[in-house]
């Protein structure tokens, strides 16, 4: 239990696993956004503007969140599932669409990225995107 990535008891349980959810639909959403912009003969602009607003709603839901939050992890005094995923998302948003989500208008996300990203065990297991075929 000490060593658990999630709060154990609720309602943190399901704060916490609801952050690590929007956090993995937003990587789900890069993904399928670098597909259709980079694989497709004809990309459908619809689908694209559908993926670009459904990133920017989670973010701005996971800003909200970080936002109220005091300095430390997400939740709790250590850092948890929900720290990562967010972090690992960001990176990956970042890397793979580079602009498309201006980090200035996040600055509680980009404050707690750029904490994660500066420990040693981010910086270990960091890899580069490389896109598909690159």
């Not at 696993?17 to 990309?43: I, N, P, T, W």
């Amino acid at each position: 239990p000490e060593r658990a990535l999630v709060p154990q008891t609720e309602p943190e349980r399901h704060r916490a696993l609801k952050v690590a959810s929007l956090a993995s639909g937003v990587a789900d959403k890069a993904v399928s956004l670098f597909y259709e912009l980079r694989l497709h003969d004809q990309v459908s602009e619809l689908f694209v503007a559908r993926c670009r607003g459904q990133i920017a709603a989670a973010l701005q839901a996971l800003e909200a969140d970080r936002a109220k939050r005091g300095p430390d992890w997400w939740f709790g005094g250590r850092m948890g599932h929900a720290d990562i995923a967010v972090t690992a998302t960001l990176r990956h948003l970042n890397e793979a669409h580079p602009g498309l989500a201006a980090m200035a208008e996040y600055p509680a996300l980009a404050a707690h990225a750029v904490r994660c990203e500066a420990l040693p065990v981010f910086q270990e297991i960091s890899q580069p995107f490389i896109a598909p075929g690159g």
